[in-house]
């Protein structure tokens, strides 16, 4: 940024957050905001956090889950995920309890792969996304209102689902990739 850009830029400044809504995992705020010289009124969505998991069996292909998702109106596939059950919860914690409660494997030690927020216009929703390999066969614990199927994807397939847009959810399609590149599928 060149110096005199840095000069034409003025701070964002909230003068206020008001709730509005708070919902089963999220809570919506209106904020007003003095931007570039102007009072905006701004949306905001707080999401406590979340954590994926990529799990790999042994024969190197990728169990993914496929469920319903009411926001596309659609059974997706994509990698097991869920929210935190408290704000302070760890997330790797998290990782791995939804790592049995959705697929009905375990594994001893889980690696850290990237973490996301999943929508910076609006919501500070962060996730952070672990790679599970080593996988102990055990059973899904599902919500009363969950159905999920698992299925094992070559990560090629994968690939090809996100090259041509079929598969559009972005922690799926940043964990399906950075694996990619950082293990080659291996």
């Given amino acids: ?3 005199e850009s840095k000069e034409e830029v003025k701070p964002v400044i909230r003068l206020k957050r008001e709730l509005k809504y708070t919902g089963t995992i999220l809570k ?3 904020d007003t905001v003095i931007a570039n010289g102007h009072e905006a009124h701004w949306d905001f969505i707080h999401h406590d956090g979340a954590a994926a998991i ?3 069996t042994d024969e190197g292909k990728i169990l993914m889950v496929r469920q319903y998702r009411n926001a596309l109106d659609r059974y997706t596939l994509e990698i097991p995920a869920g929210k935190l059950d408290s704000p302070d919860e760890p997330k790797i914690e998290c990782a791995y309890r939804e790592l049995e409660e959705e697929t009905g494997y ?3 030690k889980l690696e850290y792969l990237l973490s996301v927020n999943t929508t910076i216009a609006f919501c500070d929703e962060a996730i952070d996304i672990f790679l599970a390999r080593n996988l102990i066969p ?3 614990h599902l919500d009363e209102d969950e159905q999920i199927s698992i299925e094992e994807w ?3 397939d994968l690939q090809e689902l996100i090259y041509t ?5 972005g922690k799926t399609v940043a964990a399906i990739m950075t694996y990619a590149a950082k293990y080659g599928g291996k």
């Fill in 106 to 108: 375990r594994c001893e």
């Fill in 1 to 3: 940024m060149s110096e």
């Fill in 138 to 140: 055990s059973h899904q």
């Fill in 54 to 56: 990529l799990p790999v």
């Fill in 28 to 30: 919506f705020y209106e």
């Fill in 154 to 156: 070559e990560l090629k």
């Fill in 165 to 169: 847009g079929k598969m559009t959810d």
